[in-house]
């Protein structure tokens, strides 16, 4: 069985800042692309930033320059920076990752549980 657990949620005052974490554990071969997703009340889901195995990344436009998304491998574990938090980014944050179960050969989309992101004018 595979989870993807996030931390780092919270409450932020605008201008602030908060880092999300996302850890898959379970009986992982590897990991192709991780990303960052959030869903504000009443929106649809979104993509906010990815990150493929290649070490590239690729950002919504709303939050180029302000968020930064990062990996560490060894760790199976996938950040998420955001600074110059707005109020609009005021959303319920889940993580994603693409990845081959071992013993199958086969990628699977995982989704983390979603952490709250509170950001206040």
């Known amino acids: 069985q595979v989870q993807l657990v996030e931390s780092g949620g919270g409450l932020v005052q605008a201008g602030g800042s908060l880092r999300l974490s996302c850890t898959a554990s379970?009986?992982?071969?590897?990991?192709?692309?991780m990303g960052w997703y959030r869903q504000a009340p009443g929106k649809q889901r979104e993509s906010v930033a990815g990150?493929?195995?290649?070490?590239?990344?690729n950002y919504a436009d709303s939050v180029k320059g302000r968020f930064t998304i990062s990996r560490d491998n060894a760790k199976n574990t996938v950040y998420l920076q955001m600074s110059s938090l707005k109020p609009e980014d005021t959303a319920v944050y889940y993580c994603?990752?693409?990845?081959?179960?071992?013993?199958?050969?086969?990628?699977?989309?995982?989704w983390g549980q979603g952490t709250q992101v509170t950001v206040s004018s």
């Open positions: 990150m493929p195995s290649d070490g590239s990344t």
């Open positions: 994603n990752a693409h990845l081959v179960l071992a013993g199958t050969m086969k990628e699977y989309l995982y």
């Open positions: 379970g009986s992982i071969f590897s990991i192709n692309r």
